[in-house]
């Protein structure tokens, strides 16, 4: 900036404006009333693209109703393709967070492209006769449709995004799935021995768990692509033409290439933010599996020596200030802290969706503002986690098999030859002298060591299997 000023005038009264800045007056009253975050509108860029596609699609619609001449339109349309290129990012310094129920992002947005298309024509920036941004670029829109069709357009440009990191870390969990079908290793419910399963069995699930949520932040994500333009202020259409709902959406849906529909009902659609609530909702669904999943690998690499030290996690960094030699589970750490601030977000999406009032709900701002940072949060997790932790996990085969030999768990596969009478007794002996089932069922004399060892045969404890072993009464 050169340090000189034009002058922007609106409602309140004139404010002087950075020259060379593409914002006008009234994103500028928004950098004096709302420094509210570190949450600055530039720093999303598919909301950006969201607000720059939205435009187009009413630029789109405005041209072949008449409305907007071939030069503005054109050089609007110039303007928004230079946004989502992610061109002039510096000319959206505002707070995501704001009142006035997004008003200021849209205006920002309205100036913005205003501006720069007025430089494409070959006109000083602020010379508005030529483009307004309230009368060309926001012509037959109002904050309230054009903001929440852009925040739903832009969440789909995350949610897409957000699939490819989840994906590559189920493709993650699903190699060391492979890697470790061999070995086999105690399973646990309740944090108490179960039954042998293999450590392959473990990761399998884990990749499964989250493949699971693809389909339904997929039918989440779905909603979003309902939108409400030509609503205008309350959903009555007012200050649009015949027939502008139709064609702005078409433009959308070509633009994209996404089946965008508009909502039925708009009036309804203006004040309902369901859609941002139920893909939140998703979020967390996502969030509460991950978080799992973290803990659970805690808990299988604790110790190194007295906890569970079935795998071990790549060391990232020296644990303990104090205490040598220690290295602790950051990376799963870290990614549960992360799920914790979407489930919270989750609340914030949840009460701000409450909170609408009659035509509108002023809360849109953070609603929109926690959707994308959980769906950036999950994705830089879903990364740190991949490449900084499942990418390099080994197993302690030993350790796991030591725990198979050495557990009461294993009786449970001798339930449909011995019967659950039998087992019992074998496994409260065990308990009480510390002996294993292994040799205690040999001394009882209850089965053959060929029949023993064929039922205790890894591949026979962790699959449904016939053995031709004559049940014992």
């Known amino acids: 900036m050169t340090g000189k000023t034009r002058t ?26 709302f420094n509210i975050s570190h949450f600055h509108l530039n720093e999303y860029p598919n909301y950006l693209k969201g607000l720059a596609i939205t435009k187009m699609g009413a630029a789109e619609a405005n041209h072949r109703l008449g409305l907007i001449t071939d030069e503005v339109y054109s ?46 024509m070959g006109y000083e920036l602020g010379d508005f006769k030529h483009c307004w941004p309230n009368d060309d670029v926001n012509r037959s829109q109002s904050t309230n449709d054009a903001y929440p069709t852009a925040a739903h357009l832009g969440l789909y440009f995350t949610h897409l995004d957000l699939l490819e990191h989840l994906k590559a870390l189920i493709s993650s969990f699903r190699a060391k799935s492979v890697e470790f079908a061999g070995i086999l290793k105690m399973g646990r419910t309740q944090l108490e021995d179960a039954v042998p399963m293999s450590l392959g069995q473990s990761f399998g699930g884990f990749a499964s768990i989250l493949e699971d949520e693809i389909k339904h932040l997929d039918e989440a994500a779905a909603d979003l692509l309902i939108v409400n333009m030509g609503a205008t202020a309350v959903g009555t259409g007012i200050c649009s033409e015949p027939g502008y709902s139709e064609k702005c959406v078409k433009a959308l849906a070509e633009i994209t290439g996404w089946p965008v529909t508009l909502s039925a009902d708009l009036v309804g659609a203006t004040s309902d933010t369901s859609s941002l609530v139920g893909y939140s909702a998703a979020l967390k669904r996502l969030a509460v599996k991950a978080s799992k999943i973290s803990n659970d690998l805690r808990l299988l690499a604790s110790g190194p020596r007295c906890g569970l030290g079935e795998i ?38 949840t009460m701000s969706g409450e909170a609408a009032q009659m035509e509108l709900n002023a809360m849109e701002p953070v609603m929109i503002q926690c959707c994308f940072e959980s769906a950036e949060l999950m994705m830089n997790g879903f990364d740190t986690l991949r490449v900084n932790c499942v990418d390099g996990i080994t197993a302690n085969a030993e350790r796991c098999r030591d725990y198979i030999m050495n557990s009461i768990g294993i009786v449970t596969a001798l339930n449909p030859i011995i019967g659950y009478k039998h087992s019992t007794k074998i496994a409260k002996k065990a308990k009480e002298t510390g002996r294993g089932v292994y040799e205690l069922v040999l001394e009882e004399g209850i089965l053959s060591k060929e029949e023993l060892d064929e039922i205790l045969k890894p591949e026979n404890m962790i699959k449904p299997v016939k053995l031709d072993i004559k049940p014992r009464k």
């Open 75 to 120: 050089a609007i349309m110039t303007a928004c393709r230079e946004i989502c290129n992610g061109e002039h990012s510096e000319a959206f310094p505002i707070d995501m967070i704001q009142g006035g129920a997004g008003t200021s992002t849209n205006m920002n947005a309205n100036e913005v492209i205003a501006n720069r298309a007025l430089q494409i």
């Open 312 to 349: 071990n996690l790549p060391e990232k960094q020296p644990g303990s200030s104090i205490m040598p030699g220690k290295v602790n589970p950051v990376i799963p750490e870290v990614m549960t802290q992360i799920c914790y601030k979407v489930m919270g977000n989750d609340v914030c999406v």
């Open 8 to 33: 922007g005038s609106d409602l309140l009264g004139e404010k002087q404006i950075p020259q060379e800045a593409l914002y006008d007056v009234q994103t500028f009253r928004c950098l004096e009333n």
